[in-house]
């Protein structure tokens, strides 16, 4: 090294850098002024309050026991959760068959890893799917290849939760996109269909599309008709994400300018291509973040279905609380499935913030 | 089209309304194969209308249209073959964010001719060479500079092989350092003969590229004249405002 390298440039000025934080104003920071004091005052409260739900999950919980009666101390019986996870997992699907359902939750898993980079979207993905699921309902129905039947009044636990919230959104995407673009149809009958559709969903609550689904549709069905009550259950949170989506994607379609189309059109391309290869492509990525927020939601109606009698994992869970030899672990059943819930919520969460910082660093600057 | 008509475009008698409200009065122009036509005039003159009715982005309620022969009406198939014929670049360059300079170019051609992947991306390349912007095919048009863009627009519209070009205020959205390189690759359009309708306030490009420009106030056309004549012995009054107006 030279005297010279270390000459700094002409003109090159000593800057003090940013001023570093010092203790005063750590103090100022917690208790500048009155709001910043009584708020720091009430979050102090806050977490001196939550001691005792600390204590009860963790310092005097039982983790492990086989005796049942252990767990009456007054802290968290995380033993009953070990005991009862396969239950709560499974429901009351055969135990001597579960390796299908967990086989088809690694699928569904390998799925969506296997979806995760736009770069892979395309039409022999959407086959793959198609392929996955039929071989999730497969294993699950069973009968063929050896393996015994399992009705779907026997599914349960994780698994049902798993494919209702994954196909009422695979399958209400598709009809959401035909509604969003026929409530924005210059042609009257599409247009008053899609309304009338994506209105009327909206109006009811879930829970009564889920009781017409799961009563008054058998009862309108012609004599020997008949659908499974899983598949009408289905069919009714489909209808429901159909149309919360539609008026997400009307949304993003609204936002593609004019000009869009206008150049489409100047090049000759036929409109349904235009709007297929042009217009939609930028709805979609204008709405992610609204997109997610429907997905989630949709995760979480699935539970829902407890109260048309579907055995998804938070109705396993209730189950699997009613033992008698077990102290009412409700609040523990509870927690276990939340935490499971959160972390298939927080996942598409962040999923979706990765996709859009990802679509808005290469189109826009 | 192997045969040549008379007239590239042949407009006669085109009105338009908006409402109530009359954007385009009687209109007569006919455009000769090769030739280059300026259309300029105040904001609200109906010169963007004018040429947007040329592919029917905008439609008109009288008078007639033909492009190559071909006339302007009802029907679709007449409709897409004018819009085979005729090419245009946009005052907001209206490029598709969500594709890359090379899929901007190629997918229309894909989407409306029908022409394969492979065949299409040559064709982009050469056309994006042409703007002299070929190094930039793999980025996003959010990633260019607004010149930058606007050439792309320029080769997009290049790449579907149009006979006419229709430029509107195509350099009006630019900052001022840029609107040199989109004007460059428009002369050298026209040195190649190119039939071209530019609507700009660019009257130093009207001066040396244009054949005639055309003076438009309130829906109707005010004067049409070769550039010397227009520029040096405007007739109008009206003209010799604009004028006034705009060289400061």
């Known amino acids: 090294m030279t005297a010279i390298d270390m000459n700094p440039p002409i003109g090159h000025i000593e800057s003090p850098g940013p001023p570093r934080p010092s203790r005063r104003s750590l103090i100022r920071l917690f208790f500048g002024d009155f709001a910043a004091s009584c708020l720091t005052v009430l979050t102090a409260a806050l977490l001196i309050s939550m001691i005792p739900a600390v204590n009860w999950a963790v310092f005097d919980a039982v983790w492990t026991t086989d005796d049942p009666s252990a767990c009456r101390e007054g802290g968290a019986c995380w033993a009953y959760i070990a005991a009862k996870f396969r239950f709560i997992i499974f429901g009351v699907y055969p135990p001597q068959e579960q390796w299908r359902p967990l086989l088809v939750m690694g699928l569904v898993l390998a799925m969506i890893l296997a979806s995760l980079s736009p770069r892979l979207w395309g039409t022999r993905l959407v086959y793959a799917w198609v392929v996955a699921v039929a071989a999730m309902l497969v294993l699950m129905w069973g009968g063929v290849f050896g393996m015994t039947a399992v009705s779907t009044s026997n599914w349960g636990g994780l698994p049902v939760t798993l494919l209702l919230a994954l196909l009422s959104l695979g399958l209400g995407f598709p009809f959401a996109v035909f509604l969003a673009l026929g409530r924005r149809s210059v042609l009257p009958v599409p247009r008053l269909l899609s309304v009338i559709t994506i209105e009327l969903v909206r109006g009811l609550p879930l829970v009564g599309l889920l009781f017409v689904a799961s009563i008054l549709l058998p009862l309108l069905l012609p004599a020997g008709w008949s659908i499974d009550k899983l598949g009408r259950t289905l069919a009714a949170l489909t209808v429901f994400a159909a149309a919360y989506l539609a008026e997400v994607i009307r949304g993003g379609l609204q936002g593609v300018p004019a000009g869009q189309i206008e150049a489409a059109r100047a090049l000759g391309i036929p409109s349904w291509k235009a709007v297929w290869h042009i217009v939609l492509p930028q709805a979609l990525q204008k709405v992610i973040p609204p997109l997610t927020n429907t997905a989630i939601v949709m995760v979480k109606n699935t539970s829902l279905v407890l109260i048309v009698g579907v055995f998804d994992m938070l109705s396993a869970s209730r189950v699997a609380a009613t033992d008698p030899a077990w102290p009412s672990p409700y609040v523990e059943s509870y927690v276990f499935v939340a935490m499971i819930y959160f972390l298939i919520c927080f996942g598409i969460s962040n999923y979706a913030r990765w996709l859009e910082s990802r679509v808005q660093a290469r189109s826009y600057r | ?248």
């Open chain 2, 1 to 248: 089209m192997t045969d040549h008509p008379s007239c590239a475009i042949e407009i006669s008698g085109l009105d338009k309304w908006y409402g109530n409200f009359q954007v385009l009065k009687n209109i007569d122009l006919s455009v000769a194969p090769g030739e280059r036509i300026v259309v300029c005039g105040p904001s609200g003159s109906g010169k963007s209308t004018l040429i947007r009715c040329i592919n029917r982005l905008e439609e008109h309620q009288g008078g007639s249209i033909a492009v190559n022969g071909i006339s302007l009406n009802d029907s679709l198939k007449n409709l897409d073959a004018i819009r085979r014929e005729v090419g245009m670049v946009f005052q907001h360059f209206n490029l598709f964010p969500h594709l890359t300079v090379r899929e901007n170019c190629a997918l229309p051609q894909i989407l409306s001719r029908g022409k394969r992947r492979k065949e299409a991306e040559e064709m982009a390349m050469h056309f994006l060479t042409k703007v002299r912007i070929p190094e930039q095919a793999n980025k996003f048009p959010g990633q260019l500079s607004g010149g930058q863009q606007q050439r792309v627009a320029i080769a997009r519209a290049l790449c579907m092989t149009p006979k006419i070009m229709l430029f509107d205020e195509p350099t009006s959205a630019l900052d001022p350092e840029m609107v040199k390189e989109v004007l460059d690759t428009m002369v050298a359009l026209a040195e190649e003969g190119m039939t071209m309708i530019v609507v700009t306030h660019e009257m130093g490009f009207a001066r040396r590229v244009a054949d005639r420009v055309v003076f438009m106030e309130t829906g109707e056309i005010v004067e049409a004249d070769k550039p010397t004549a227009f520029f040096d012995t405007p007739r109008h009054a009206r003209t010799k405002n604009f004028l006034a107006s705009i060289m400061h």
